[in-house]
């Protein structure tokens, strides 16, 4: 089946830091790669997605690259605020025949921005 | 505006009580889906459903029921078969294969 690794945490960071969260998948064929934030209390939000190799997704400042050589999506920001403290999910799902896609899950990591 | 609601928040139980999750959802989406979260821990599927009267079981199923009468509501039952149920539940809902799910906000249950 599927897997998915990510760097554990927690990530401490200073404000206006650069921002490396490492993911690596596993699958059979090419999967859509995505990656959520959760802050405390609450669901998880969609922050970006990449469904083919090469895509970037971006939002909010984030980015991440499908690399298919590597079966990697690391998650980067150029300038961290003390706001992006979250827990950060990499996540994965097959393009199936049916139309539910069951997501594998990384374990998470938690970010901590300081003053 | 369009989303996925969860009910309650907050959720305390009895041991040996049944309890069930409220979830709906007005995007118009054909699949729904639960997870549980464990502190420190990613997300675990518990069922999934792609339309109407059906569902299948995720990882860890076993202690849970669902049903899907309605395409906006998949309400999930945690039985007093479920060993450890005290986590934090999390619906979800999406268009397809391939595509993202959209969450709702969770609810916290605890199990006295």
């Known amino acids: 089946g599927n897997s998915v690794t990510q760097m554990e945490g927690p990530v401490t960071l200073s404000e206006e830091a650069f921002l490396t969260i490492n993911c690596t998948y596993t699958?059979?064929?090419?999967?859509?790669l995505f990656w959520y934030v959760q802050y405390p209390g609450e669901g998880l939000q969609l922050l970006l997605k990449a469904t083919k190799a090469d895509d970037k997704g971006s939002n909010k400042g984030f980015e991440a690259t499908y690399r298919k050589e590597t079966t990697s999506f690391h998650l980067e920001k150029g300038s961290v605020q003390v706001s992006d403290s979250a827990v950060y999910f990499c996540a994965a799902t097959m393009k199936n025949t049916g139309t539910a896609s069951k997501l594998t899950f990384g374990t998470g990591t938690r970010l901590q921005v300081t003053l | 505006d369009g989303g996925i609601t969860q009910s309650p928040k907050y959720l305390f139980r009895k041991e040996g009580q049944n309890v069930t999750l409220s979830c709906e959802q007005n995007l118009n989406h054909d699949a729904m889906y639960w997870y549980r979260q464990d502190p420190g821990q990613g997300l675990r599927l518990i069922y999934y459903s792609q339309i109407v009267n059906d569902f299948q079981k995720g990882d860890i199923a076993e202690g849970y029921s669902v049903s899907r009468e309605k395409k906006e509501s998949f309400p999930l039952t945690v039985t007093s078969a479920q060993k450890n149920p005290t986590a934090f539940y999390l619906c979800?809902?999406?268009?397809?294969?391939?595509?993202?799910?959209?969450f709702g906000p969770g609810t916290r249950l605890t199990v006295l």
């Open positions: 979800a809902s999406s268009t397809g294969t391939g595509a993202e799910q959209f």
């Open positions: 699958a059979t064929g090419y999967p859509s």
